[in-house]
């Protein structure tokens, strides 16, 4: 160029080397910034694609981590929702073997006379029997009030003959007190049809017997004793009905029926205690007409429970069929009390979710395993709750039904520990491949890494030589400068 400076040779050769040493540096400068030696494509294409591929699946990988953990949360809230629903089968089992304990035959339908406050019952309509009344009394007392008539003893009322009803639908209450024979024993005789309810009937040493049009019996206690009668209760002209009878019978005679009658007999929550140590054939209820059971326990020394022409309610008339029928056991409290355990069992699982997933009422869930959801791991649950496994509600009345809630209980509590051993495999399966995960991710980020990060100790170092290069190519330029301005000292 015309107005271009010269140089010397040695001059432009410095100023060459200082130009590369400041582009060295303006590099190795950042390198140190940004701690990469590969910052974009222009400084090594295939480095900075390899990195940026193993970085993305890295980060792909690392938001399962997140799907994992939740999952492994899931189950986390089913084995605790298992573990809490067998400590209540547990409980519940515990109530189960208190009800077993109690004494078979403890017949729930126990009479239980009511002390009824007679005068109430006099405002109501009943016309008062009281203490002290002869036979006689009470028999035209009964007698002038017509059909349908209703009567409360005020006391024990012991009856010094027998009574002759005539009317029908007669109704004595006993307020809970007794009707205890006297030498004619209890016995009540007519066309009239007779209820006799919340009382005792005592014999007293004498005979009980109705020869009525019907008899109904309900929440009577019956003790009889020392006597040699051939029927405890013996009616020849009508039915009879019991319902909440207690029968309690020491009698002399070893040959003898409880009831005997030639109508239909209906029995309901009835016990008969046979307490005679010498008694041979025994017939508990007979009739050569019929008979229907519902409820009815007999103990001691009884041959044949029921002798009829027809028995309805029970197979046969064996005292082991009717006992196996209907023998109870009063279980009532023990019942409510595992009933109650079973509901809050399933509102525990009810309850057992976890981000609206419940493995314990069928639900599932679904974990994907891998960046390009190809490989899911799907982990079913199951329903426990009561009604769908099994477990009902106790409704107690023999050791059959106990035992058969025992079973149920037990059954239940090994599924639920066949569930938890599942779900806690699963548990693993997720929590080794959410493990495998993270590290693999650990692995693609350090490879990621690798190819584009530098070496911080090598770019101090390089940083530090040129400086000194830098240095030294100032300090030359100097020296060849000097060699020019030698000229000015011919002027």
């Not at 109690?102 to 009479?111: G, P």
């Not at 009063?330 to 019942?335: E, H, P, Q």
């Not at 079973?342 to 069928?362: A, C, F, P, R």
Request: proline letters at 0%; a negative charge; charged letters at 20%.
């Amino acid at each position: 160029m015309p107005n271009s400076i010269a140089l010397t040779a040695s001059m432009r050769s410095n100023l060459m080397s200082l130009k590369n040493i400041a582009s060295q540096m303006d590099k190795t400068q950042n390198i140190l910034s940004t701690g990469k030696k590969v910052n974009s494509a222009i400084d090594n294409a295939s480095s900075y694609y390899q990195s940026r591929s193993l970085t993305s699946r890295a980060g792909d990988l690392s938001s399962l981590l997140d799907t994992m953990g939740q999952g492994i949360q899931t189950l986390q809230a089913a084995n605790e929702g298992i573990e809490s629903a067998t400590s209540y089968l547990e409980q519940a089992r515990s109530v189960i073997e208190q009800a077993s304990a109690i004494e078979e035959h403890n017949f729930s339908s126990k009479v239980e006379l009511k002390n009824d406050d007679v005068e109430a019952l006099v405002a109501q309509g009943y016309t008062k029997i009281s203490k002290g009344m002869s036979a006689y009394s009470i028999k035209s007392l009964i007698n002038s009030k017509g059909d349908n008539a209703k009567f409360v003893l005020e006391d024990d009322i012991k009856l010094s003959d027998y009574l002759t009803i005539y009317n029908s639908g007669v109704v004595i209450n006993g307020a809970g007190h007794k009707l205890i024979g006297g030498s004619y024993g209890i016995e009540m005789m007519g066309d009239g049809d007779v209820t006799l309810e919340n009382m005792v009937l005592d014999n007293n040493g004498s005979h009980i017997y109705f020869e009525v049009g019907g008899l109904t019996l309900k929440n009577v206690e019956v003790q009889f004793k020392d006597n040699d009668a051939s029927a405890i209760i013996s009616n020849t002209a009508g039915g009879i009905n019991l319902e909440n009878v207690d029968f309690n019978v020491e009698n002399s005679n070893s040959q003898f029926s409880v009831i005997n009658s030639t109508d239909d007999i209906n029995i309901k929550n009835t016990v008969v205690n046979i307490l005679t140590d010498e008694a041979n054939n025994v017939t508990c209820v007979k009739t050569n007409k019929n008979v229907t059971v519902d409820g009815m326990l007999i103990t001691g020394n009884c041959d044949t429970g029921i002798s009829a022409n027809q028995i309805q309610g029970v197979a046969d008339g064996s005292v082991d069929t009717i006992n196996k029928e209907f023998s109870g056991v009063d279980a009532d409290f023990y019942a409510e009390e595992f009933n109650a355990i079973i509901t809050e069992y399933d509102n525990l699982v009810k309850d057992t979710s976890y981000q609206g997933v419940n493995l314990l009422t069928g639900g599932e869930m679904k974990v994907t395993f891998n960046e390009t959801r190809t490989h899911d791991f799907l982990v079913k649950g199951e329903d426990i709750r009561s009604d769908k496994v099994g477990l009902k509600q106790a409704e107690w009345k023999n050791k059959d039904q106990i035992n058969a809630s025992m079973d149920e209980v037990q059954n239940v509590i090994g599924k639920l520990r066949s569930l938890a051993t599942d779900l806690g495999n699963k548990y693993q399966v997720i929590q080794t491949r959410q493990s495998f995960t993270g590290a693999l991710c650990d692995v693609l980020e350090t490879g990621a890494d690798d190819l584009v990060l530098a070496d911080m100790n090598e770019a101090s170092a390089e940083y530090l030589m040129l400086q000194t290069r830098q240095q030294l190519a100032v300090n030359s330029l100097s020296l060849a400068s000097q060699s020019a301005s030698s000229i000015l000292s011919l002027f």
